[in-house]
C-alpha cells in the first residue's frame, strides 16, 4: 500500500524533481499548470493489410503548454510507413483527448494500470479500436 502511493506522489513530481526516467505504471495526467513533465506510451495493433502498426506517443507539458507527438508505423512486407502526428493534449479526468495541429482529434481512457485505451470522440467504447492500447514506458525505450 506504502509503495503504490509512494509512485502516485512520485508520478505527480515536475521533471526537474525527478530521479532518473518514470517508472513505467507511474504515468498520471496531471491538469494543466501543474509543473513540467514528459511520459511515453508505446504500443502495437493489428492491421487488416499490413503486418501491424506500431505507434509511440509523447505527452509533454512545459510553461503550461501541453503537446504531444504521435508516431505511426504501418509494417509491411514491401517497407514500413511512418505517420507523424503532433498537436495539443488534454485531460478530462480520465480521459486524454489528443487535438492534432491538423484539425482531428483522437480521445483515449486511462485505464487502472495506466494503460490508455482508443475511445469514441465521446468517451465511450469504440469497438472498432479494442486493440488500440499504448502502454507507459520508459523513456530509454523510446523510438
Request: glycine residues 10%; contains cysteine; proline residues 5%.
Amino acid at each position: 500500500m506504502l509503495a503504490a502511493a509512494m509512485l502516485v506522489l512520485a508520478a505527480c513530481e515536475p521533471v526537474s524533481q525527478q530521479q532518473g526516467p518514470r517508472a513505467a505504471g507511474g504515468n498520471r495526467l496531471p491538469a494543466q499548470g501543474q509543473g513540467n513533465f514528459a511520459m511515453e506510451f508505446r504500443g502495437r495493433r493489428p492491421c487488416v493489410d499490413c503486418q501491424g502498426i506500431d505507434a509511440w506517443l509523447r505527452l509533454e507539458q512545459r510553461g503550461g503548454k501541453q503537446r504531444y507527438e504521435l508516431v505511426e508505423r504501418y509494417l509491411a512486407v514491401d517497407g514500413e510507413r511512418r505517420f507523424d502526428d503532433a498537436g495539443e493534449w488534454r485531460a478530462e479526468d480520465d480521459l486524454l483527448r489528443l487535438r492534432s495541429d491538423d484539425g482531428g482529434e483522437r480521445v483515449y481512457a486511462r485505464m487502472p494500470d495506466d494503460s490508455l485505451l482508443a475511445r469514441a470522440s465521446d468517451g465511450g467504447p469504440l469497438a472498432a479500436a479494442a486493440d488500440d492500447v499504448l502502454l507507459p514506458t520508459d523513456f530509454q525505450d523510446a523510438q
